[in-house]
């Protein structure tokens, strides 16, 4: 059973494209879909984690909002923290679930009992990965992820009792 998904942000999270203002700062969007699905996710009990190679106070800002309280940004590692996550809860590698899109996700792509890429994940990465999502990033693949763990989970009632 996946007790933990560890997200990755531009590509997965968001659409990775950078936009900026006049003023020099950053915007981006996030599907709605992914945030009510993160959240469900951690209302039934299990965890989740931002591990991304940005820092960004508007990902912070989307992290707390979301309940997620394994943050971590400007990680150029993030398979060392992947496993201090898995060390900190006591996980297995067949505990935990991780979505990635591009190359610095390689390692804690491989780490991660079940790995996941948006459609747009780039090539490497789609051929490592145990599931190539039918979504693109930023356009429901978290959502799409976290739906079929809770498939695999048999959480599908307790998901959807949350809000009904």
Same mark, same amino acid.
């Given at each position: !059973?996946?007790?933990?998904?560890?997200?990755?942000?531009? =590509?997965?999270? %968001?659409?990775?494209?950078?936009? /900026?203002? %006049?003023?020099?700062e950053?915007? @981006? $969007?996030?599907?709605?879909?992914d945030?009510? =699905?993160?959240? +469900?996710?951690? @209302?039934?009990?299990?965890?989740?984690a931002?591990?991304?190679?940005?820092? %960004?106070p !508007?990902? @912070?800002r989307?992290?707390?909002?979301l309940?997620? +309280?394994?943050? /971590?940004? $400007?990680? @150029?590692?993030?398979?060392?923290?992947i496993?201090n996550?898995?060390?900190?809860?006591?996980l297995? %590698? /067949?505990?935990?679930? &991780?979505?990635g899109?591009?190359?610095?996700? /390689?390692? !804690?792509?491989?780490i991660a $009992?079940r790995?996941? +890429?948006?459609?747009?994940?780039?090539?490497?990465?789609?051929e490592?990965?145990?599931?190539?999502? &039918?979504?693109? =990033?930023?356009?429901?693949?978290?959502?799409?992820?976290?739906d079929?763990?809770?498939?695999?989970n048999?959480?599908?009632s307790?998901?959807? =009792?949350?809000?009904y």
């Open positions: !059973m996946i007790k933990l998904i560890v997200l990755d942000v531009d =590509g997965c999270l %968001s659409d990775g494209k950078l936009t /900026y203002t %006049s003023n020099g950053e915007i @981006k $969007g996030f599907n709605v879909k945030g009510l =699905g993160i959240s +469900t996710w951690i @209302k039934i009990g299990n965890y989740a931002i591990i991304t190679g940005k820092d %960004s !508007m990902v @912070k989307r992290a707390q909002e309940g997620i +309280t394994h943050f /971590y940004q $400007g990680i @150029k590692d993030k398979d060392r923290v496993k996550i898995m060390t900190e809860l006591d297995k %590698s /067949y505990e935990v679930a &991780a979505i899109d591009d190359l610095n996700d /390689y390692n !804690m792509l491989q $009992g790995s996941f +890429t948006p459609n747009d994940g780039v090539e490497p990465i789609k490592i990965v145990d599931t190539v999502l &039918a979504k693109k =990033g930023g356009d429901g693949a978290v959502r799409e992820m976290i079929l763990l809770v498939k695999e048999n959480q599908e307790e998901f959807a =009792g949350i809000w």
